[in-house]
T-cell receptor, first 109, second 115 residues
C-alpha cells in the first residue's frame, strides 16, 4: 500500500467554484503534513502546512483528520490562476517525506 | 523563506556525455538534500537522499553509478548523470531541508534533454 494516496483528477471547475481535494496516508506515525502547488515544468512550492485544528489562508483551507488519516484542501472562489497540480506531502521521523501523485486542477473561465 | 538554487535550468546534450546539476541552499545549511526526477504529467519520484559528508542513499531501482551524488558541503549537492542516454531525458528537481527543519524547499528544476 502506498504511503500517500491522492486522486490524480483531473478536476475541471468553473471560475468561482469551490473545490476540495483529499489525500489519505497509511502510517499513523506520520508527523507533519503539507500541501504543495506545482505548475507545469516548475518546482513544487509550499502552499500551506496542515494542522489538526485546521488552518486557513485566504481562499484556501487545509484540514487534518488523524483519526481517519486524511488531509484535505478546500479552495473557495476558484481563480484561473489556481490551475495547477496540488501535491500532498506527509513526513515521518528523520528524512522521510512522502508525496502524493498530485491532483490536477483546471479552472475554466 | 528559504531559497534553494538549482542550475542549469535546461540542458541539451548528446548521448554519451555526462551532465552535472548543482543544487545550492542559499540562506540556510542543508544537512539533507533530495533528488527527484519527474516525467511529464507524472508525480515526483525520489531518486536519492544525500547527507552532507556521507554517501547518498539511493531508492530502489536507481543506479548509483549512473546518477552520482556528491554533498561535500552544507550548502551544495550535485547530481551527475553519467553517460546520458535519451531515456534519461527528464525533469530533475532537488530539494533541501535544514537540520531539524520539517519543510522542504525545492530548486527550480533542470530539464534534461539527451539527443
Amino acid at each position: 500500500r502506498k504511503e500517500v494516496e491522492q486522486d490524480p483528477g483531473p478536476f475541471n471547475v468553473p471560475e468561482g467554484a469551490t473545490v476540495a481535494f483529499n489525500c489519505t496516508y497509511s502510517n499513523s506515525a506520520s508527523q507533519s503534513f503539507f500541501w504543495y502547488r506545482q505548475d507545469c515544468r516548475k518546482e513544487p512550492k509550499l502552499l500551506m502546512s496542515v494542522y489538526s485544528s485546521g488552518n486557513e489562508d485566504g481562499r484556501f483551507t487545509a484540514q487534518l483528520n488523524r483519526a481517519s488519516q486524511y488531509i484535505s484542501l478546500l479552495i473557495r472562489d476558484s481563480k484561473l490562476s489556481d490551475s495547477a497540480t496540488y501535491l500532498c506531502v506527509v513526513t515521518k521521523t528523520g528524512n522521510q517525506f512522502y508525496f502524493g501523485t498530485g491532483t490536477s486542477l483546471t479552472v475554466i473561465p | 523563506g528559504a531559497v534553494v538554487s538549482q542550475h542549469p535550468s535546461r540542458v541539451i546534450c548528446k548521448s554519451g556525455t555526462s551532465v552535472k546539476i548543482e543544487c545550492r541552499s542559499l540562506d540556510f545549511q542543508a544537512t539533507t538534500m533530495f533528488w527527484y526526477r519527474q516525467f511529464p504529467k507524472k508525480s515526483l519520484m525520489l531518486m536519492a537522499t544525500s547527507n552532507e559528508g556521507s554517501k547518498a542513499t539511493y531508492e530502489q531501482g536507481v543506479e548509483k553509478d549512473k546518477f552520482l551524488i556528491n554533498h561535500a558541503s552544507l550548502t551544495l549537492s550535485t547530481l551527475t548523470v553519467t553517460s546520458a542516454h535519451p531515456e534519461d531525458s527528464s525533469f530533475y528537481i532537488c530539494s533541501a531541508r535544514s537540520h531539524g527543519g520539517e519543510k522542504l524547499f525545492f530548486g527550480s528544476g533542470t530539464q534534461l534533454s539527451v539527443l
